[in-house]
């Protein structure tokens, strides 16, 4: 067997016993394979082990591979930091974008996403740990940002994505991704229709479904070290 499938196999059961750990519905979490720095056949290669979501983190990158990869049916992801000026080509390519931050970027979206596109899902980067090195919505800005992004006809609320401190205990690993379970569910109680918590890399992933995500964005244990 080849490793990409191989390791996706591996993942996939991963995600399964987590899953039951928890008393979670795998159907609920959803793997992104995040394909940043790898080329064109190792995507369609986990293609064709069924793999449909992939993240990329750099704009020119990604349009390559979708140029390369038209032919297949790709749900593409874009989890990279978003400036101002890639928002027109992220609103015209892009399926999701995880990494929204500021008002003014969820605007651009919004304006730039073609009429003839579905809303554009869009999660909200959250600076769970308020690290100076991160970007991201402090915890308590989260309700305001979110009630403004809901009232933009072209982009979808879907709900919060967050890249926690590392750490190498489970346990404070939870903690980080408690804190996101929350503010989603939060949002969920002011009546804003969210369904998704983007969280959870290759190590760190049991953490994030033991506290609910839906998402898991993994890139190293499904295609190996980027060099
Ligand atoms: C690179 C990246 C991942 C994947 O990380 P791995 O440790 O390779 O699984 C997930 N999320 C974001 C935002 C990334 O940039």
Known sequence: ???IEKNLAQIRLQIEQAASEYNRDSHNISLLAVSKKKLPADLRNAYSC???DFGENFLQEAQAKMRDLSDLDII?????????NKTRALAESFDWVHCVDRLKIARRLSDQRP???PPLNICIQVNIDLETSKSGVAPDGIVAIA??????????LRGLMAIPAQQSRFELQREPFAKMRQALHDLQQRGLDCD??????????????????TLVRIGTAIFGERL
């Open 147 to 156: 009630e403004a992004i809901c009232n933009l006809p072209k982009i979808r």
């Open 50 to 52: 069924g793999q449909r």
């Open 1 to 3: 067997m080849h490793s």
């Open 115 to 117: 009429e003839s596109m």
């Open 76 to 84: 593409w992801h874009f989890i990279g930091p978003v400036q101002s």
């Open 196 to 213: 998704t918590l983007s969280m959870g890399m290759s190590h760190d992933m049991r953490a994030a479904i033991a506290e609910g995500s």
